[in-house]
């Protein structure tokens, strides 16, 4: 049993009690909860029956309750069994035993309790935790009302958040580059210096793993070691004339003849998805489009089995809750628990297929594991690349390929749901794209530009380098790029402010820049061309059905969902 003085809740907990699905028993939650929990399972055989859950935010995290009694107040429960959860086994917990959809978003009033979000002269800048009717977006816009910061920008404010263009805009003529001391960083947002940044091939990432907190236990730290060695291997942290040989053997899974082969794949998973709407005449495209049809398109491309696709969702929820991590606290380590997890898994899973794609190249066999002809998957043709260049071993691959997860799923699914409110609220956009269907590779080049995901990227220089303004950047301090901000310079484009689907594309860092850029770009701009056109197609009259609320993340720009409405879903 758990000591329930232990789990006393926050001032007005955003608390909720929920019915256990009819049927399921305490042997069904040992077998859910088996692989995250094999510590607590003992504890857990004490609960018995189970009737329901009780998910709480607490002051030292927030756990879910096994309970098997409840009287129906907030003030005298039972809690027979409590554990400590990430927000990756919230949904699949609910999926798998609540009857209903709960009464509120979890992802979204559920978010990191005491997590750091940022630090200023090393202390601890800001937390949040959840209260009744408060959402993530409005207690980070609390944080910046009550704690101002003497800097040009609030990076905790409103309009950085709802109109970073116009904050751009005045940062490009009043502040092109200063030195933030909330992100002890250069902040740069003009288009020239964002360029002269990315195209110097001796500037590099610098490390994008969070940094770890004194007070955290040496298991923790160990499992970062190999955390860091996993992600050292990120291309944007090399220098050529390594960074080109593992560059120019990854570019082998990227060709454009090959990112065209996955066209027909990639329609497809497109109608099912659409399809799945047939009958209904509203949805949250995000949720049961965008956020899933980028990660299902990889997962075809990288030939992995159509049943394995949960598991490619588990690694890059994982990884992107790692990555997003500002520092790690003892209040957020649990993610450095799933990050070293979804390593392990992924050598485990991978191993064993590459070893077999590198008999199939021996012996000119298909190979079997996969079940695909490893010629026709990114994987297969990397895997035939470093066999021939040398530059890569099979774990280096297998680091590669979280890249490929974490920006294939994170960027696209963002980029098509931006787009795709660029395009519903410019309506005479939207009419000539619906009229012009040939016009979607410059309307995702536009888009992109216009309403790129990625906001920032991050630099290091090794020397001192000289911005248009004359600031000069001692070496090895940490540089903030406005990519967008860059991409709505007027010096380099015209009514940057308008979008045009029309507009010539030209050079622009929504894939960032120099020999950096993004790989995966041509299956970015494929999901695009696929996506866009097969939703204007099958869903006539399609338009936005009431609020959206933008995530309070200035470098990686994303909604929490997007109510639509449509006239009716229209056949293949």
């Known amino acids: 049993m758990s000591d329930v003085n232990n789990l006393k809740p926050i001032q007005n907990p955003l608390t909720m009690v929920i019915p ?92 990191e309790f005491t997590q750091t979000i940022a630090y200023f002269d090393h202390q601890p800048l800001f937390y949040y935790s959840a209260y009744p009717e408060t959402t993530v977006q409005d207690v980070w816009f609390q944080f910046g009302d009550q704690n101002q910061i003497n800097e040009p920008v609030d990076l905790f404010g ?38 002269r940044v990315l195209e110097d091939k001796e500037i590099v990432l610098y490390s994008i793993v969070p940094g770890v907190t004194k007070e955290l236990p040496a298991s923790i730290t160990t499992k970062m070691e190999t955390i860091s060695t996993f992600w050292s291997k990120w291309p944007t942290t ?103 997890n979804t390593i392990q898994e992924m050598y485990a899973y991978f191993e064993p297929r590459i070893a077999a794609m590198h008999h199939s190249l021996i012996h000119d066999v298909v190979d079997q594991v996969t079940h695909h002809d490893s010629e026709h998957s990114i994987l297969g043709h990397i895997v035939k690349a470093s066999k021939a260049s040398g530059a890569m071993t099979d774990r280096d691959i297998i680091d590669a390929i ?63 380098i000289t911005l248009s303004d004359g600031t000069k950047v001692p070496a090895n301090d940490n540089m903030v790029l406005f990519y967008a901000s860059a991409n709505h310079d007027e010096t380099s484009f015209d009514k940057p402010e308008v979008l045009d689907i029309t507009r010539e594309p030209k050079k622009n860092f929504a894939a960032g820049g120099g020999i950096h850029d993004c790989i995966g770009y041509p299956f970015i701009t494929l999901m695009g061309e696929v996506a866009l056109n097969t939703l204007l197609r099958r869903l006539p009259g399609l338009a936005l059905n009431g609020t959206y609320k933008w995530r309070p993340n200035f470098g990686f720009r994303g909604v929490y969902g997007l109510p639509v409405k449509f006239d009716s879903v229209l056949p293949r």
């Open 20 to 111: 256990l699905k009819e049927g399921k028993t305490v042997d069904d939650l040992q077998q859910f909860m088996a692989d995250i929990l094999p510590d607590n399972l003992d504890a857990l055989k004490e609960v018995g029956t189970i009737h329901y859950l009780r998910i709480m935010p607490l002051d030292n995290g927030r756990k879910v309750a096994f309970c098997s009694d409840y009287d129906g107040s907030f003030e005298k429960y039972c809690i027979d069994f409590a554990v400590t959860l990430g927000t990756s086994f919230f949904e699949p917990l609910l999926t798998e035993f609540a009857p209903a959809t709960p009464p509120i978003p979890v992802a979204e009033h559920i978010p």
């Open 238 to 340: 090399l220098k050529p004339p390594t960074h080109t040989a593992v560059r120019t053997t990854q570019n082998a899974g990227f060709t454009e003849e090959l990112t065209a082969s996955f066209k027909g794949a990639v329609q497809t998973i497109a109608d099912n998805l659409i399809d799945a709407l047939q009958g209904k005449t509203e949805a949250d495209i995000y949720n049961q489009f965008t956020v899933i049809f980028p990660l299902m398109v990889m997962t075809k491309a990288m030939g992995i089995p159509d049943e394995d696709f949960p598991k490619m969702l588990n690694w890059s929820m994982a990884i992107t809750r790692f990555l997003s991590l500002g520092v790690i606290t003892s209040a957020n380590q649990s993610h450095v628990d799933g990050m070293y």
């Open 158 to 195: 409103r309009d950085i958040i709802l109109k970073p263009y116009d904050v751009y805009k005045t940062m490009r003529a009043e502040h092109p580059v200063y030195f933030s001391k909330a992100l002890n960083s250069w902040m740069i947002f003009k288009f020239a210096d964002v360029e």
């Open 402 to 464: 979280a890249v490929y997860i974490f920006g294939s799923h994170g960027t696209s699914m963002n980029f098509l749901t931006n787009g795709l409110i660029a395009l519903l609220e410019n309506p005479e956009q939207l009419a000539k794209l619906k009229s012009d269907p040939s016009l979607v590779n410059k309307a995702s080049v536009e888009l992109l530009r216009y309403a790129g995901p990625v906001q920032i990227g991050t630099r290091v220089s090794p020397v001192d």
